[in-house]
């Protein structure tokens, strides 16, 4: 019998054990996740530094990286929950969005150990696995909710109608906030990652410098983002200042980036949450890191009647154990894979 033969009718159990693979970008990360709210363990494993030299992530180098620290990641993973692969119920596994190379590691790795102990592969989603690290942050969490998604890849306003439904009212028509918090980084001489650096500079500037709130009265979707714009406004203004022999104040050109990028987004966010008549708002992505975004929309939240969500930031940044929370909400649908899975660099949400 085939190993999809075997696995296909397994029982869906009432509290089931994932365990999560991630490994779209830099990070290999393996957690187990018990009945979708509770993280047993959660191992990552980050190549981040070999990436720092070149500026940026290296594809094959993120991937090689992948191939010598799945293991590890996954014995950590085990011995920290005091468990064997036969507690296990399911193999969740991030199928894409991501680096091809990367994403296949995670993908083959997790077919395996799937293949060896008889159990369900459970594809996953990485930007549905952000939003679910919600329901690990909060555990009474229910939808409907406004997700803010705001990644190095998206940058979105999600409506999470149920836990399968998720409509996107807006998105970036052209670079991801992340990207600019990266490219900002970069013109500012700040090392990768970008993000974490230029809130870092920002702490100590002063927002002084105008820069376009991007798309603010756009007129095309009410929810959608431009970040080319602000990146383009920065880059125009360093090298202009540059030119006139003015030295530059960095700190306070990442702070006035900051509040340019973070402005719009708790905007367009409030403004889902009333067009919805939803009262919960929720972060993900790896700009949910950032502490001047969790401090504004804390702020901004206040005496509204909405109740905010702001997973821990380990929990914003990529990492297995949001992967182990939408697997299983997969895992309760039976949406298992057979061994001809493959990874996709591209992925609707
Ligand atoms: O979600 P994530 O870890 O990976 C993707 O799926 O893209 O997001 C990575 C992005 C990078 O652009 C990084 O610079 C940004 O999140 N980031 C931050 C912070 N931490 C990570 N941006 C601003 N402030 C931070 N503290
Ligand atoms: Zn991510």
């Not at 500079?201 to 376009?212: D, E, H, R, T, Y």
């Not at 709130?213 to 756009?218: E, H, I």
């Not at 104040?249 to 939803?278: M, N, P, R, T, W």
């Amino acid at each position: 019998m085939s190993y999809f033969e075997r696995i296909k009718n397994t029982p869906i159990k009432e509290n089931p054990i994932i365990m999560g693979i991630e490994t779209s970008c830099d990070e290999t990360a393996v957690a187990i996740i018990k009945n979708g709210r509770e993280i047993l363990a959660d191992e990552i494993i980050s190549s981040a530094t070999e990436h720092a030299r070149f500026g940026g992530v290296v594809p094959e180098i993120a991937s090689r990286s992948h191939t010598t620290a799945i293991l590890t990641a996954t014995e950590r993973a085990l011995k920290s929950a005091n468990m064997t692969l036969d507690d296990i119920d399911a193999f969740a596994v991030t199928e894409g969005a991501g680096l091809l190379g990367a994403l296949l590691v995670g993908v083959s790795f997790a077919k395996a150990l799937a293949f060896s102990t008889g159990k369900p592969l459970v594809p996953v989603s990485h930007i549905r696995g952000h939003i679910a690290a919600s329901y690990l942050a909060d555990k009474e969490l229910e939808p409907p909710f406004i997700s803010i998604l705001a990644s190095g890849g998206h940058t979105a306003i999600v409506a999470v109608e149920d836990y399968y439904n998720l409509k996107v009212l807006g998105s970036t028509i052209d670079d991801a906030v992340g990207e600019a918090f990266d490219k900002v980084a970069r013109v500012l001489g700040l090392p990768y990652p970008g993000g974490p650096n230029v809130e870092k500079l920002a702490k100590s500037g002063k927002n002084n410098i105008v820069l376009p709130k991007m798309l603010k009265n756009y007129s095309g979707g009410e929810f959608d983002f431009s970040y080319s714009g602000l990146k383009t406004a920065v880059i125009n203004y360093v090298h202009n200042q540059t030119e006139k022999g003015v030295e530059i104040v960095k700190e306070d050109v990442a702070a006035s980036f900051q509040h340019s990028a973070v402005d719009v987004i708790i905007e367009k966010a409030l403004k889902g949450a009333k067009k919805f008549g939803y009262n919960t708002i929720a972060i993900s992505g790896g700009v949910g890191a950032n502490g001047y975004l969790r401090e504004a929309l804390t702020n901004a939240v206040k005496d509204k009647g909405i109740k905010l969500v702001l997973p821990e930031k380990r929990y914003c940044t990529d990492n297995a154990a949001m992967i182990g929370a939408e697997g299983y909400l997969q895992y309760k649908k039976g949406n298992f894979a057979d061994l001809t899975l493959n990874a996709s660099a591209v992925m609707p949400l």
